[in-house]
C-alpha cells in the first residue's frame, strides 16, 4: 500500500509540475504564433519595396506597430485596442475566465485560442511528462511537440510554414540525434530522415506543378517533413505521408461536401503533418507495424 501511494504521490507530482510548465509553455506558443507571422510580413513587405525601388514608406513609419514588433517587444498587449496587458491579467486560463473572455479596457473579446492552445499544451506536457518522468528528455520532447503546435496554427491561419520554426527543427532534430535524448533516431538515420523528407515532397511539388500547372505544396512543408524525418528518422518518412495525405484527402472531402463552394481553399497540409509525426513519435512502431500488416494482406 506504502508503495502504491508513493507512486501516486510521484504521478501527482509529474502531472501538477508538466501541466503548469505546459500551461506557460503554452503561453509562449501563442504569443509566437501572433507575432512570428507579423514579422514576417514587415519583412516581405520591405523587401519587396526595395526590389521595386519603392522608396515611399520604406522606413516602415506607416506600419509603426509592425516595425517594432518583436518575440518580446513590445509586451503583452491587447491586439484590439493595444492596451498593455497587466500580469494579473497574463496568467494563463485563469486570467481569461477572470476576465470573462475580454478586454479589460475596450471589453473587446480575446481569441478563444488562447486558452484552447494554453490548456493544449499543459495536455500534451502532462502526457509526455507520464511518459518520460521529469527528466532532460522531457524537456527536449515538449519542444518538438510544442513546435508542431505552433506550426499548425501558424498554417491554419496565415498558410505558411516559417523557416525560422521549420528549419530550426530540421537542425536540432539532427542534434538530439547525437544524444539519448529524443526518440532513438541514429545520426544517420536522421540525416537519412530529413534528406528524403525533402526530397520525397520536392519530387511531388515538381511533378504536380509540370502536369496541372499547380503549386499544390508549399516550400514549407518540404520543410516540414524534413524536420520530422530529422526527429524520428527516414523509417518514419512513408507512413507520415500517408497517413497525412489520406487525411487532409478527407477533411478537403468532408469538408467540400459541407460547406461547398465557400470551403477553405487552399487546405493547409502542416496540420496534417504534424498530427501524423506526433503519432509516429509517440506510437511509431505501432503504426508500423500496423502498415506492414496491411502491406502483407
Known amino acids: 500500500m506504502t508503495i502504491i501511494n508513493s507512486l501516486l504521490s510521484m504521478t501527482l507530482d509529474v502531472i501538477l509540475f508538466a501541466g503548469l510548465v505546459g500551461l506557460i509553455s503554452g503561453s509562449f506558443v501563442n504569443v509566437l504564433a501572433y507575432r512570428l507571422p507579423l514579422m514576417i510580413q514587415y ?3 520591405n523587401t519587396t519595396k526595395t526590389e521595386l525601388k519603392d522608396t515611399s514608406d520604406l522606413d516602415g513609419s506607416g506600419n509603426a506597430y509592425l516595425k517594432k514588433l518583436s518575440l518580446h517587444l513590445p509586451r503583452s498587449h491587447c491586439q484590439a485596442c493595444k492596451n498593455p496587458i497587466k500580469a494579473w491579467e497574463n496568467i494563463p486560463i485563469v486570467s481569461y475566465i477572470f476576465l470573462n473572455g475580454k478586454c479589460s479596457k475596450c471589453s473587446s473579446s480575446i481569441p478563444k485560442q488562447y486558452p484552447i492552445v494554453e490548456l493544449t499544451s499543459s495536455a500534451l506536457a502532462v502526457f509526455i511528462g507520464i511518459r518520460y518522468s521529469i527528466s532532460f528528455q522531457f524537456l527536449i520532447v515538449l519542444f518538438f511537440s510544442l513546435a508542431l503546435l505552433t506550426l499548425t496554427i501558424i498554417d491554419i491561419k496565415h498558410l505558411i510554414l516559417p523557416d525560422e520554426l521549420t528549419m530550426s527543427l530540421v537542425w536540432f532534430g539532427l542534434l538530439v540525434s547525437l544524444t539519448d535524448f529524443g ?3 541514429s545520426p544517420s538515420e536522421s540525416i537519412l530522415g530529413a534528406t528524403l523528407g525533402y526530397l520525397s515532397l520536392w519530387i511531388f511539388y515538381w511533378t504536380f ?82 502498415y506492414i500488416e496491411i502491406l502483407n494482406r
Open 43 to 45: 519583412r516581405w513587405i
Open 209 to 290: 506543378r509540370i502536369i496541372t500547372k499547380k503549386e499544390g505544396l508549399g516550400f514549407g512543408d518540404l520543410k516540414f517533413l524534413a524536420g520530422l524525418g530529422a526527429w524520428l528518422g527516414w523509417q518514419s518518412l512513408l507512413p507520415i505521408i500517408t497517413l497525412a495525405s489520406l487525411s487532409g484527402a478527407v477533411f478537403g472531402t468532408l469538408s467540400r461536401g459541407k460547406w461547398h463552394k465557400e470551403a477553405p481553399n487552399p487546405i493547409p497540409f502542416g496540420p496534417f503533418l504534424a498530427a501524423a509525426g506526433l503519432l509516429m513519435a509517440f506510437w511509431g512502431s505501432e503504426v508500423i507495424l500496423f
Open 183 to 185: 526518440f532513438g533516431t
